[in-house]
Structure formats: C-alpha cells, structure tokens
C-alpha cells in the first residue's frame, strides 16, 4: 500500500501534507476555473491551455462575439471595405488591440 503522500497521478512522492495541500487546493483551483469559464465565456478550454487562457481571461466575453472576425483578421493588413465593417472595427477596436498579442492562441479557440 502506497503512502498517503504519494500521489499515483504524477508518480511523485510528496515530502510532507502541506505541500500535498497546496499542490491539491492549485489543481481545484485550475478546474473550477476551467469549468467557470467554459460556462461563462463559452470556450472548450483544457488543462493545457490553462496558462494562455488566463491571458485572455479579463476580455474572454467580449471577444466571445467578435470571435468570427478575430479569426479572419490581419493585424497591419486590415482594411474595412465598406461603412459596416469600419463601424463594426471602431466599435471593438479596444478588445481587437488587446487581442492582437494572443492571436495565434486566439485562433486555436473553439466555440461550445
């Protein structure tokens, strides 16, 4: 029988109950907020794409809607065609800036 501070998950041997702790109450952490955020913001994110999210987190919602764009979008190339789309770019222009950062995560996103 394994120790009780031995976690099989990880194949890791912990040295004492606080440091079995914080790494447990980290992990919940990570999953609640991965749940809240699937809920909330609409996005299949994983454990894995927990560090990039986080990035976004703060304006996940509002690029939620303009996902579509920010797909197709050129950051030094764009130019709007027609009245629509230049309202449509002014109107978001302050999410579009602070996505452009992360638009290569952004891209690998997918709706729920």
Not at 11 to 24: A, G, L, P, T
């Amino acid at each position: 029988m394994p120790s009780k501070l031995y976690c099989c998950k990880l194949d890791k041997y912990f040295d004492n109950q606080e440091e079995q702790k914080i790494y447990m109450k980290e992990k919940e952490k990570k999953r609640v907020k991965i749940i809240y955020w699937k809920k909330n913001f609409k996005y299949n994110v994983s454990e894995e794409d927990y560090e990039d999210f986080c990035k976004i987190s703060k304006f996940a919602k509002k690029l939620y809607d303009i996902h579509d764009f920010i797909i197709t979008y050129k950051p030094h190339t764009y130019r709007p065609k027609n009245r629509e789309e230049l309202d449509f770019y002014t109107q978001n222009q302050k999410i579009i800036k602070k996505a452009e950062p992360h638009l290569n995560y952004i891209k690998t996103l997918q709706k729920i």
